[in-house]
Nanobody
Framework: QVQFVESGGGLVQPGGSLTLSCAASGFTFRTYAMTWYRQAPGKERELVAQISFNGGNINYADSVKGRFTIFRDNAKNTVYLIMNSLKPEDTAVYYC????????????WGQGTQVTVSS
């Protein structure tokens, strides 16, 4: 069964940093692109960052370029998101899923990890 387990969120002050992890299982991780999404209260889920199956292609939302870094460890079936210079507008629940243009396993969202940026 496909499963995504996100972790690493928390409360951080503006300008702070967090590193999120997403452990995936139930599919051949190394053959899929992976994408981080986020959903803020009252807003739709949006793409944050994505990485191709071998790490050769990476894409970021304009709002996080230069601040966030995505990388993956195919040996651990895990994708990471390093978030620096956090802003209050980064506050959201962060999720991961496989795929590039769309979520490959849209019926299998994890519980997400809450990131709150506040002083």
């Amino acid at each position: 069964q496909v499963q995504f387990v996100e972790s690493g969120g928390g409360l951080v002050q503006p300008g702070g940093s967090l590193t999120l992890s997403c452990a995936a299982s139930g599919f051949t991780f190394r053959t899929y692109a992976m994408t981080w999404y986020r959903q803020a209260p009252g807003k739709e889920r949006e793409l944050v960052a994505q990485i191709s199956f071998n790490g050769g292609n990476i894409n970021y939302a304009d709002s996080v370029k230069g601040r966030f870094t995505i990388f993956r460890d195919n040996a651990k079936n895990t994708v990471y998101l390093i978030m620096n210079s956090l802003k209050p507008e980064d506050t959201a629940v962060y999720y991961c899923n496989a795929g590039w243009a769309t979520a490959s396993f849209s019926g299998y969202w994890g519980q997400g990890t809450q990131v709150t940026v506040s002083s």
